[in-house]
């Protein structure tokens, strides 16, 4: 686990089984702050919590995946959304990336290897965007300065 990122991860998943084996798989890995919801609205209700990473089954109750990833990129489009899905629908998939999914992955395919790679990835993205967002700051302040 890199140490510099300590997100806190939402897992999203109408599968009991599932999500107590994803949050326990994340647990092994040795992150602590994660967050579990059985409904999409559950989880939308708590994005005022600004969590880094969230893991969202495609299939759910009243909404699909798609419809909560774009809700969660509206209310915060830095927020990393990984797919967690037993459907193997490629057109689903790529509409998933195409709304600003990080990842789409298949539950079948889903290991602690696998997700240890999901969350090194994870951790570099939130890096780069956290230095984006510094160098957009810096921009603003010097060129407020006349810089």
Do not use: W
């Not at 919590?49 to 830095?78: A, S, T």
């Not at 990984?82 to 998933?96: H, R, T």
Request: net charge positive; with cysteine; hydrophobic share 40%.
């Amino acid at each position: 686990m890199d140490k510099k990122f300590t997100p806190k991860i939402f897992l999203v998943d109408d599968d009991v089984f599932c999500l107590t084996m994803n949050q326990q798989c994340l647990n092994n890995l040795g992150y602590k702050n994660v967050h579990t919801f059985y409904q999409s609205a559950e989880c939308l209700n708590q994005l005022t919590q600004q969590p880094d990473i969230i893991f969202l089954d495609y299939h759910m109750d009243n909404l699909n995946g798609i419809e909560v990833l774009k809700k969660i990129k509206r209310f915060n489009p830095n927020t990393i959304i990984v797919f967690i899905s037993g459907q193997e629908d490629i057109d689903i998939a790529v509409n998933a990336l195409k709304y600003g999914a990080f990842d789409y992955i298949m539950k079948s395919q889903l290991n602690e290897e696998k997700m240890r790679q999901v969350m090194t990835k994870a951790g570099q993205l939130r890096e780069l965007l956290i230095r984006k967002s510094r160098k957009g700051i810096l921009k603003r302040v010097f060129s407020g300065l006349g810089l």
